[in-house]
């Protein structure tokens, strides 16, 4: 692949067993393996047949993205199918259905409201799911990515909006301020919202005055209100996604 200063491919790593080991071959060789983490099979970058190289993420100067395709069934130069493609025929195509299963962790986003954090917790637990809370570090990008590769069956994400922050435009003064989120919060609504869809990421909000971004990849944000109505619609958009949860378990 060329690499100049225009858009460039990478090259996948897959194994014999159709698992995407990276899509990253070339801008990150740490991550390839020679043998699958998963299942122990020997991993291949390049067609059996040919030897053409499976292509991976597309680089696109000023775009950061965190994924790329899937495996493909076969070869793009000679056509000839990679091995996963004849093994999945075989166990009736049992690879996919591994890797699509829903497993019970929610990732949980959060501000400095512990309490809220604690409380939704609580009830995702109460609906028999796994709440992932995803701790605040200084380096934030950096470990929400590290977690979420650790946890990559996660389909679902909780972000927490709390006014944890005072902001006013700069030409104004602080009597203007505003309470919001923090920042770190709205970038991992935002990390989630492209990596997961936003029918699998709930954004529960603080009730009060809290500037959220608005209009932002067509996020609605769920009143968290001491009422306890946010139980409901958290169930509902659960079952929505998929899972299998009992609103009774909230009561
Ligand atoms: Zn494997
Ligand atoms: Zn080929």
């Known amino acids: 692949m ?3 200063d225009r858009s ?12 995407q080991i990276t899509n990253f071959v070339e801008s990150q060789p740490e991550s ?29 100067p000023g775009v950061i993205g965190f994924s790329g395709p899937d495996p493909p069934a076969h070869c793009h130069e000679c056509g000839e199918a990679h091995p996963w493609t004849e093994r999945r025929k075989e166990i009736g195509d049992n690879t996919t259905k591994v890797k699509s299963e829903q497993t ?29 809370i995803l701790h ?5 990008g950096r470990t929400i990515i590290e977690k979420f ?49 936003r029918d699998r990421v709930l954004a529960l909000k603080r009730e009060g005055d809290l500037e ?15 009422a306890g109505k946010w139980q409901f619609e958290m169930v509902r958009e659960l079952k929505a996604a998929g899972y299998d949860v009992d609103a009774n378990l909230v009561l």
């Open 2 to 4: 060329r690499r100049d």
């Open 8 to 19: 460039w491919y990478d090259t996948m790593q897959v194994c014999y067993n159709g698992h």
């Open 32 to 60: 390839t393996r020679k043998r699958c983490d998963e299942c122990g099979e020997p991993t291949t970058d390049h067609c059996l047949k040919c030897k053409a190289k499976i292509i991976g993420y597309h680089h696109i």
């Open 104 to 132: 019970n962790k929610i990732f949980i986003v959060h501000g400095h409201d512990d309490a809220m954090k604690e409380a939704v917790a609580r009830v995702v637990s109460k609906l028999g799911l796994d709440p992932i």
């Open 136 to 140: 605040e570090k200084p380096n934030g």
């Open 149 to 197: 590769e650790k946890n990559a069956d996660a389909q679902f994400a909780i972000a927490l909006l709390s006014p944890d922050d005072n902001a006013f435009v700069a030409t104004g003064t602080a009597k203007n301020a505003r309470p919001r989120a923090r920042q770190n919060v709205i970038l991992e609504l935002g990390y989630f919202v492209g990596r997961l869809g």
């Open 212 to 226: 959220v971004p608005s209009d932002f990849a067509g996020v609605v944000y769920t009143p968290f209100d001491t």
